[in-house]
């Protein structure tokens, strides 16, 4: 509840700010910040990615196919709406020329640079370690493509991929 | 001089934000019996465009009403081999006995011993009464007898009866709901309780509330009936759609028009 109370508060100072700084704030971006101070939601901001990964939970060293992936086949898995989808849930920067990027989860800009090989993977295979609230799904399991959104092949490009984004 | 305009900003950036707590207490919550009871009940319009929701608000513009101006006409047209029209039975206009009647749906029938939706309702006047071929579930026709009757029942709220007999379907709803599924393993309640107002792709998440079904799609210039948009949410999820009238879409038909009964019907919608 305390932590509740603590987001509102933030959105609330954000919003203000603005409108003190800018003064004239688009009607839309008005109506935004009047969405988030009245409480509807409350949104998870960038700023709450942690910068280290705790290094005592699992994490997975080696790739899952005993061999480094592609960092250009990972930019495909992450864009294509059959495979990684990420950009439903994520904006990443580099990609800005692709329309439609999501804000569910944190933008990715960086990532590359915050976390390592085998936590990147880690989060990709079960996010939950790391974020126990996130709704972000498994992206592999062991059994096909049954019950694996991606291939071990595709969870190493997108590490190569993700590790591109400094 | 400074210090006291800073102040007034103060006031007035207070005063604002007291203003919007003011107005999301006017707002009905979901009901208490929901995991989200604390959750705040927000129609759908709100997360669309602004140029969609305009379309939708204004009935001239509205890209639905041919729809409702079809099935008003239907209504009236006898069809079938009893030589009869749905006002033969109902009556129309102001005299039309079950102008209300869409937003009590999905409805147990006693005659089946089941939930029924409002469109299995239409077909079953059509096979008895008219003695009429039963209209597919995804036709033109269909979606101009729904639009219609949805229509009718504008500005009230979801009369759902969710006791007796039609509470096995409702709990097996609010399970659905809450249920994960598909290989990325969401539920309905993961985005739509948790992360409405956030932006999926180029769409804002909803609550997932069915007032303003059916709805045109601008995007794919057809009306889309509740049934259809699940079957959107589960591809989204990678999941196996179900066909239109699967007991467990009708299921969570019934849940989610309960969990919203607080907000009126705003058929028929509009959405990108």
């Keep these: 509840m305390a932590k509740l109370r603590m987001y509102i508060f933030i959105a609330v100072a954000s919003c203000t700010a603005g409108s003190l700084v800018l003064s004239a704030l688009s009607g839309a971006r008005a109506a935004e910040c009047q969405r988030k101070t009245a409480g509807f939601y409350l949104e998870e901001t960038n700023a709450g990615v942690p910068h280290n990964l705790s290094s005592v939970l699992q994490n997975l060293p080696g790739p899952l196919t005993g061999a480094p992936g592609n960092s250009e086949r990972g930019r495909e898995v992450l864009v294509s709406r059959q495979k990684g989808d990420c950009l439903s849930c994520h904006k990443v920067s580099a990609l800005s020329s692709i329309a439609g990027q999501g804000g569910i989860g944190p933008a990715l800009d960086g990532v590359g640079s915050k976390y390592n090989d085998a936590q990147l993977r880690q989060v990709l295979v079960e996010p939950k370690t790391y974020f126990p609230e996130t709704i972000m799904p498994s992206y592999y399991r062991d059994g096909g493509a049954a019950v694996s959104v991606l291939t071990a092949a595709e969870i190493e490009d997108l590490v190569a991929y993700l590790k591109t984004l400094r | ?272």
């Design chain 2, 1 to 272: 001089m400074q210090p006291i305009l800073g102040v007034s900003f103060m006031i007035l950036a207070a005063f604002g934000s007291v203003s919007a707590w003011a107005q999301t207490d006017a707002r009905p919550h979901a009901p208490a019996e929901t995991q989200a009871s604390r959750m705040r009940l927000i129609p759908g319009e709100e997360f669309l465009p602004a140029a969609i929701r305009a379309q939708q608000a204004d009935d001239f513009d509205n890209p639905a009403f041919p729809y409702v101006e079809a099935g008003e006409a239907a209504w009236s047209r006898p069809e079938g081999a009893a030589g009869k029209s749905c006002q033969d039975c109902h009556g129309a206009g102001e005299n039309n006995t079950v102008r209300h009647a869409a937003a009590s749906y999905p409805k147990y029938l006693p005659r089946v011993n089941q939930v029924i939706t409002l469109q299995t309702r239409i077909n079953f006047c059509r096979q008895n009464a008219l003695q009429a071929s039963p209209l597919p579930d995804s036709s033109e026709q269909m979606a101009a007898m729904t639009a219609y009757l949805r229509w009718l029942s504008r500005r009230l709220p979801p009369a759902v009866d969710v006791s007796g007999p039609a509470t096995a379907t409702f709990e097996k709803g609010r399970e659905l709901y809450h249920m994960k599924t598909g290989l990325l393993q969401l539920s309905c309640g993961q985005c739509h309780d948790l992360k409405f107002g956030q932006n999926f792709g180029a769409e804002t998440l909803s609550q997932g509330h069915p007032q303003s079904y059916p709805v045109f799609s601008v995007g794919e210039r057809r009306m889309i009936s509740l049934h259809e948009r699940f079957r959107m949410c589960n591809q989204l999820t990678r999941a196996e759609a179900q066909p239109v009238n699967a007991p467990d879409y009708v299921a969570l038909e019934l849940y989610l028009s309960w969990r919203g009964k607080d907000l009126p019907i705003t058929a028929p919608g509009v959405r990108p």
